[in-house]
């Protein structure tokens, strides 16, 4: 498969559940995420395999509008203290901090205007939800439908894996055909590196 590298995470985003979307998109498109968003998705990146170095070649190539200088003194210390690279004994041992599961997305640091983290099946209007899944190739009328049913009834995981499950259904059928998918990986998923990783796993 393709590597995990930062030169790689434009072509990878094709395996993101859309909070992580949203936030790459709303990274190349303004070239800054704030805070809790960059949190988010550095832990996300993390998760997914990519090493500080390269989550550092990331994020700096990523805010093509500031300097070395004022990366090198706003961000880069918060990149290497999610890693467990600085900080206390306590986090380096532990390596920094564990990406985040859906539960901590849906329920803690609720967006407000300006951010782009968050669980866009939660956070978003159903209106700009059904315009991020349209642009990530999300059109049937039957999937969007479900997923308003979805929303309306807070079962956000459920919106999540409906859209999953959709834009996999032919690599999922030739699984199942193959007898490849064990019934562990197709449990629910409720966790945004999990949809990655399923995701990758089934398009390689
Ligand atoms: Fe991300 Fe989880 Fe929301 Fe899916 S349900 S978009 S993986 S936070």
């Not at 669980?119 to 978003?124: I, L, V």
């Not at 999922?172 to 990783?197: C, S, W």
């Amino acid at each position: 498969g393709a590597e995990i590298t930062a030169r790689n995470i434009d072509n990878l985003s094709q395996h993101f559940p859309m909070c992580m979307a949203h936030l790459h998109r709303s990274l190349r498109r303004d070239a800054h995420l704030k805070h809790f968003g960059r949190l988010q998705y550095t832990l996300f990146l993390k998760g997914i395999g990519l090493n500080l170095e390269e989550c550092l070649v990331f994020w700096r190539s990523s805010f093509s509008k500031i300097t070395d200088d004022t990366f090198n003194k706003e961000y880069r210390y918060n990149v290497r203290h999610a890693y467990g690279d600085v900080g206390g004994d306590a986090n380096r041992r532990s390596g920094g901090y564990s990406p985040y599961s859906c539960q901590k997305i849906l329920t803690e640091h609720a967006p407000g205007p300006g951010d782009a983290h968050g669980c866009p099946y939660r956070h978003f209007s159903m209106e700009n939800l059904a315009t991020l899944l349209r642009a990530s190739g999300v059109t049937d009328p039957k999937v969007l439908q479900g997923v308003m049913e979805d929303k309306e009834s807070q079962k956000y995981h459920m919106a999540c894996n409906r859209v999953f499950e959709h834009l996999h259904k032919a690599e999922l059928k030739r699984a199942k055909d193959d007898g490849v998918m064990t019934a562990a990986q197709l449990e629910t998923i409720v966790h945004p590196n999990e949809y990655f990783k399923r995701s990758y796993l089934l398009k390689h």
